[in-house]
């Protein structure tokens, strides 16, 4: 048993699990996200079931969620390269800034205090809901991507603040790309191959990060976090994989189908519901 759990509530956890990796696959194709912005919330509630300590538990869902979104985003994107939604020329561009990023959010995330992370989410999370349900096409920053430094600068808070929530970078390029003009199912294809950029190098920085957490939290290693690499939960990753894999293209599709704006307000919504989590969680401290 884990942290007291029978086995009946062991098989629920796994369920919970298994259907995670099914809604976090087929969001990962609809949006480009990665499926992160699912998998962190939920992960967030069974990692507190399974009794992991409140001071471990948030990273332990961020350095997981980016070890599942290496396989998930690298099958998006393929998948929308195929229908031509992907930019490489700036999946080029930001393969530099955005790794130094990592680097940095790595760092950060093996010294900040748990609150951080969850006030990253919900800042960003709410902020690129409010563009998607009440923006309009006239809210831009010019009509297309610029060029040299600022680019770059793109890149750097991509990949640090991907990092701090674990997600695949979709939910910035979407946005960022929304504000320069860029068509929605460009942004979510490219989206999707920023993913592959961030999610392995930020998976080896939360194992990095999380390395002096067995030490600090020797009941964790032993019970809560078994068959743990820092703050990357094999099992966790294990269970939910499979089933992102395999739901990941019928997402894809999906994405092709919708018109622009239903997508925009769908994006929304669930970036709303996704991050109200950790909103009670600041709050009540639970």
């Not at 079931?49 to 997981?64: E, K, N, S």
């Not at 561009?93 to 950060?108: D, H, N």
């Not at 990092?163 to 390029?173: K, P």
Request: aromatic share 10%.
């Amino acid at each position: 048993m884990i942290a007291g759990l029978s086995l009946p509530e062991l098989a629920e956890l796994a369920a919970l699990l298994v259907a995670t990796g099914a809604l976090a696959g087929f969001l990962a194709g609809i949006f480009g996200v990665g499926g992160g912005a699912v998998l962190v919330p939920v992960l967030y509630e069974c990692f507190r079931i399974a009794g992991v300590p409140l001071d471990a538990r948030m990273p332990l869902c961020i350095g997981t969620s980016l070890a599942i979104i290496i396989p998930t985003s690298i099958r998006s994107w393929r998948a929308h390269a195929r229908r031509g939604g992907v930019d490489m020329a700036i999946l080029k561009q930001w393969a530099l800034p955005v790794l130094v990023g990592i680097i940095l959010g790595s760092v950060i995330a093996r010294y900040a205090p748990e609150r951080l992370f969850k006030y990253v989410f919900v800042a960003v999370a709410w902020s690129a809901a409010i563009r998607f349900l009440v923006g309009k096409d006239s809210w831009r920053l010019a009509d297309d991507l610029p060029k040299g430094p600022l680019m770059r600068v793109y890149g750097l808070g991509i990949g640090l603040l991907s990092t701090l929530m674990g997600i695949g970078g979709g939910l910035f390029s979407n946005l960022l790309m929304a504000f320069y003009g860029r068509p929605i199912h460009q942004a979510i294809g490219t989206s999707a191959g920023l993913g592959v950029l961030i999610s392995i190098p930020g998976a080896l920085g939360y194992i990095y990060a999380g390395w002096p957490a067995a030490a600090r939290f020797p009941e964790v290693a032993a019970l809560q976090w078994p068959f743990a690499l820092g703050y990357i939960s094999i099992i966790g990753a294990l269970l939910v994989t499979p089933m992102s894999l395999l739901v990941a293209p019928l997402g894809v599709r999906v994405a092709h189908l919708l018109p622009k704006r239903r997508l925009e307000m769908a994006f929304g919504i669930y970036l709303l519901i996704v991050s109200s989590r950790f909103v009670v969680s600041v709050l009540t401290g639970y």
